[in-house]
């Protein structure tokens, strides 16, 4: 069966960085983009970006260009989400789903919460 | 303007129905990109509801579906069930952007 088991929570100091891994299980990784999704407390989803683990293609949110970056391993079906230069309203659940915009997010992983404070 | 734009709050006693709107725009739905719909529960990861407008992935009930017309969407739930109490998001592309947009959420209480 299809899983996407995230890292565990993390906690940061403002203008830190964090990274969070997802570990994709049950399908060919190649096959689906994964996409970056946050929650942050009391608001709505924020799509954060799509990266295609077959070719690297990658596309950010505009308001997280230059602070986030999205790469994946193949060889271990992992994919990563970097977010530097935290702030406090970057604390938020983070999520990894796969699949691009054309057809939905089919399977998510667990969430990750990142924690960001002095 | 590049939002799509949901109610804040929907409410219906067991067993009616209830619609959810997503309204966008023409650099959205009205460009003619798809829309899917999520449930989301508490401390749990969001579920694919529909996808690409009208389509139900397996295991969803036929009590949910979709619509779409023009630079709008909508997500009707008929037979409301106290398990539907939860948060639901429309998404779409947006060509200004470049981008994914979500709505901002709609909270379904079942009264």
């Known amino acids: 069966q299809v899983q996407l088991v995230q890292s565990g929570a993390e906690v940061k100091k403002p203008g830190a960085a964090v990274k969070v891994s997802c570990k994709a299980s049950g399908y060919t990784f190649t096959s689906y983009g994964i996409t970056w999704v946050r929650q942050a407390p009391g608001l709505g989803l924020e799509w954060m970006g799509w990266i295609s683990p077959n070719n690297g293609d990658r596309n950010y949110a505009r308001k997280l260009q230059g602070r986030v970056t999205m790469t994946t391993d193949t060889s271990t079906s992992t994919a990563y989400m970097e977010l530097r230069s935290l702030r406090s309203d970057d604390t938020a659940v983070y999520y990894c789903?796969?699949?691009?915009?054309?057809?939905?997010?089919?399977?998510w992983g667990q969430g990750t919460l990142v924690t960001v404070s002095s | 303007q590049s939002v799509l734009t949901q109610p804040p709050s929907v409410s219906g006693a067991p067993g009616q129905r209830v619609t959810i709107s997503c309204t966008g725009s023409?650099?959205?739905?009205?460009?003619?990109?798809?829309v899917h719909w999520y449930q989301h529960l508490p401390g749990t990861a969001p579920k694919l509801l529909i996808y690409v407008n009208t389509n139900r992935p397996s295991g969803v009930p036929d009590r949910f579906s979709g619509s779409k017309s023009g630079t709008s969407a909508s997500l009707a739930i008929t037979g409301l069930q106290a398990e539907d109490e939860a948060d639901y998001y429309c998404q779409s592309y947006d060509s200004s952007l470049s981008g994914v947009l979500f709505g901002g959420g709609t909270k379904l209480t079942v009264l």
């Open positions: 789903a796969r699949g691009g915009y054309s057809n939905g997010y089919d399977y």
């Open positions: 023409s650099s959205n739905i009205g460009a003619g990109y798809d």
